[in-house]
C-alpha cells in the first residue's frame, strides 16, 4: 500500500465524481449503508487487495459504531440546522465537524485495512459485497452496489 494514495486522498478524489456521490449518499440515507465503508471496499479493491469475510465484518462494525455514536447525531443537527434558514453559518460549522469525523473515521478503517496483503486485481464489487451483507435481502441495495463499483471501475480506468 505504500505507493498509493491513501484513504482519505483516494476518496476526495473518488467523491469529486457527482455520480459517485449520488450512489453513495443513496446507499446512506436509503439503506443505512456508511460511507466510508463504501470507500473503504472501493480503495482496497483499487490496490488489489483480496476481499477478505473478516476484516470485511471488522470494517463494517468499526463504521456502523463511529456512525452511530458521532456522525448520524451530527448529521442529524446539520440538518436540522440547514432547514432553519438563519442557521446557516451553524449549519456550516456542523459541516466542518461531520467531515473531520468523516476523515478520522477513514483513517482508522485505513488502519484497520493495512493488515490486508495484495494478491492481484480485485473487482470492488467483491470487498463491496462483504463490506455491505444485507445485500442478499434487497434487490435495491445489490443495484446500487453494482453502480457504484462499476463507477469506481470505469473511474479507475479512465485514471
Not at 95 to 102: D, I, P, T
Not at 131 to 140: L, T
Request: proline content about 4%; glycine content about 10%; hydrophobic content about 45%.
Amino acid at each position: 500500500m505504500d505507493n498509493e494514495p491513501t484513504l482519505w486522498r483516494f476518496a476526495l478524489g473518488l467523491w469529486r465524481d457527482k455520480n459517485v456521490e449520488r450512489v453513495c449518499l443513496r446507499l446512506q440515507d436509503d439503506y443505512g449503508v456508511p460511507v466510508a465503508t463504501l470507500l473503504v471496499a472501493l480503495w482496497l479493491a483499487s490496490g488489489g487487495r483480496r476481499p477478505d469475510a473478516a476484516l470485511g465484518r471488522r470494517l463494517s462494525g468499526h463504521a456502523e459504531r463511529f456512525e452511530e455514536q458521532y456522525l448520524r447525531p451530527l448529521r442529524a443537527v446539520r440538518r436540522r440546522a440547514a432547514a432553519d434558514g438563519g442557521a446557516s453559518e451553524l449549519k456550516r460549522q456542523i459541516q466542518e465537524a461531520e467531515l473531520e469525523g468523516e476523515r478520522l473515521l477513514l483513517e482508522q478503517l485505513a488502519g484497520l485495512a493495512r493488515t490486508q496483503p495484495g494478491e492481484g486485481t480485485e473487482t470492488a464489487l467483491g470487498w463491496l459485497l462483504l463490506v455491505v451483507p444485507e445485500v442478499a435481502q434487497c434487490e435495491g441495495l445489490q443495484a446500487l452496489l453494482e453502480e457504484l463499483a462499476a463507477l469506481s471501475e470505469s473511474r479507475a480506468a479512465s485514471g
